[in-house]
T-cell receptor, first 116, second 112 residues
Framework: GAGVSQTPSNKVTEKGKYVELRCDPI?????LYWYRQSLGQGPEFLIY????????DSGLPNDRFFAVRPEGSVSTLKIQRTERGDSAVYLC??????????????FGPGTRLLVL | AQTVTQSQPEMSVQEAETVTLSCTYD???????LFWYKQPPSRQMILVIR??????QNATENRFSVNFQKAAKSFSLKISDSQLGDAAMYFC?????????FGQGTRLTINP
């Protein structure tokens, strides 16, 4: 695709429910990143994929959060037993190889998650 | 741990004037990379400019330039000839092990 796309654009759920957020990276990009942006804050790193494997998941806040990228393209961020504190914008980014420090990360428009 | 601090929550400037956004960072690394991203209301983060720490020359991209002071760990963004389309949140970021560490952002308003 022309850019990184994320679906849904907005998601409202109830406390305790399960949600899935999808990211479709730029075609051919092997690296994919998830960030979380709380209201009034800068984005915070969650997890980074190199191909199908998670190269760094040190930013996942707890075991309710899980992400997959089974075919090395689309990624899904999964949140179990959602809490009100999970409300945030979840941003996805991709880069060509994920091995160069200066490599640009291209961001999608994010999914705004609201947990009631 | 690396941290990035933006001390100006909000800034405003008259159209066509120049504005400087401040950023300081903390790191023990000697080689690293710094970025400024712009986030308009559409939420999509857009790269504005980037700087390699080993380069003494300040990066420039058209109306955008940086003042990189490595010893002071300072990385400010200067926007010349401000335009209405420059209005957005601006985030300073540090790259470490493929992860971007962002500051809290500065909201820039352009007054016509």
């Amino acid at each position: 695709g022309a850019g990184v796309s994320q679906t849904p654009s907005n998601k409202v759920t109830e406390k305790g429910k399960y949600v899935e957020l999808r990211c479709d990276p730029i075609s051919g990009h092997t690296a994919l990143y998830w960030y979380r942006q709380s209201l009034g804050q800068g984005p915070e790193f969650l997890i980074y994929f190199q191909g199908t494997g998670a190269a760094d998941d040190s930013g996942l806040p707890n075991d309710r959060f899980f992400a997959v990228r089974p075919e090395g393209s689309v990624s899904t961020l999964k949140i179990q037993r959602t809490e009100r504190g999970d409300s945030a914008v979840y941003l996805c980014a991709s880069s060509l190889t994920g091995t160069g420090e200066l490599e640009t990360q291209y961001f999608g428009p994010g999914t705004r998650l609201l947990v009631l | 741990a690396q941290t990035v601090t933006q001390s100006q929550p909000e800034m405003s400037v008259q159209e066509a004037e120049t504005v400087t956004l401040s950023c300081t960072y903390d790191t023990s690394e000697s080689d690293y990379y710094l970025f400024w991203y712009k986030q308009p209301p559409s939420r999509q983060m857009i790269l504005v400019i980037r700087q390699e720490a080993y380069k003494q020359q300040n990066a420039t991209e058209n109306r955008f330039s940086v003042n990189f002071q490595k010893a002071a760990k300072s990385f400010s963004l200067k926007i010349s000839d401000s335009q209405l389309g420059d209005a957005a949140m601006y985030f300073c970021a540090y790259m470490a092990a493929q992860k971007l560490v962002f500051g809290q952002g500065t909201r820039l308003t352009i007054n016509p």
